[in-house]
């Protein structure tokens, strides 16, 4: 069975200010890891994935994830928000092959001048 | 490429009755998805097609919900009869199967049942 954790239901930064969504996942065989974003009144949006590959995956919009099989953790990172970053975050899991996702609750980011 | 396409984008209706969601994937993709998303319960996976053959309802709520998918291009989500509860954004997403997992996300629809 898979599950994800996030932590921080809502988060707040200033703009310029770092970015970081906690993440963490449990899974009983080598996951597939995602990040959605969802803006006010839309569909979610695949930011980024990870697939087995490199562990640091960049996605759009400056967003990036790094995979910590030690930590079980898949946090995503901007350097710098930007106010268009706000927006309500999901972390999600898929057990490889299969197409089932399992999302997290989401967190949503609030940014601030 | 259209994306995924849901309608209707709103609906209102009252308790007791019939509603029908569609949803048209994206050309090629033969996964498809139903969620639904509520504050209190979040995002929720209700079923998923692959090749037009449901694979996993386990989270359809009751036997008041139920979903069809005739062809590859067309799916439905019915609720009967509708519950006050039941109001919620209902979104359809579709993905390749294999070798790609990433989903796509139509717009949803947003119910209301009075």
């Known amino acids: 069975a898979q599950s994800v954790t996030q932590l921080g239901s809502h988060v707040s930064v200033s703009e310029g200010a770092l970015v970081l969504l906690r993440c963490n996942y449990s899974s009983s065989v080598p996951p597939y890891l995602f990040w959605y974003v969802q803006y006010p009144n839309q569909g979610l949006q695949l930011l980024l994935k990870?697939?087995?590959?490199?562990?640091l995956v960049k996605g759009i919009n400056g967003f990036e994830a790094e995979f910590k099989k030690s930590e079980t953790s898949f946090h995503l990172t901007k350097p710098s928000a930007h106010m268009s970053d706000a927006a309500e975050y999901f972390c999600a899991v898929s057990p490889g092959t299969a197409s089932k996702l399992t999302f997290g609750t989401g967190t949503r980011l609030q940014v601030t001048l | 490429d259209a994306g995924v396409i849901q309608s209707p984008r709103h609906e209102v209706t009252e308790m007791g009755q019939e509603v029908t969601l569609r949803c048209k994937p994206i050309?090629?993709?033969?996964?498809l998805f139903w969620y639904r998303q509520t504050m209190m319960r979040g995002l929720e996976l209700l079923i998923y097609?692959?090749?037009?053959?449901?694979?996993?309802d386990s989270g359809m709520p009751e036997d008041r919900f139920s979903a069809k998918m005739p062809n590859a291009s067309f799916s439905t989500l019915k609720i009967q009869p509708s519950e006050p509860r039941d109001s919620a954004v209902y979104f359809c997403?579709?993905?390749?199967?294999?070798?790609?997992?990433?989903?796509?996300f139509g717009p949803g629809t947003r119910l209301l049942v009075l």
């Open positions: 050309s090629g993709h033969n996964s």
């Open positions: 990870y697939t087995s590959a490199a562990t």
């Open positions: 097609f692959n090749n037009n053959v449901p694979i996993d």
């Open positions: 997403a579709s993905s390749l199967r294999r070798g790609q997992e990433t989903q796509y």
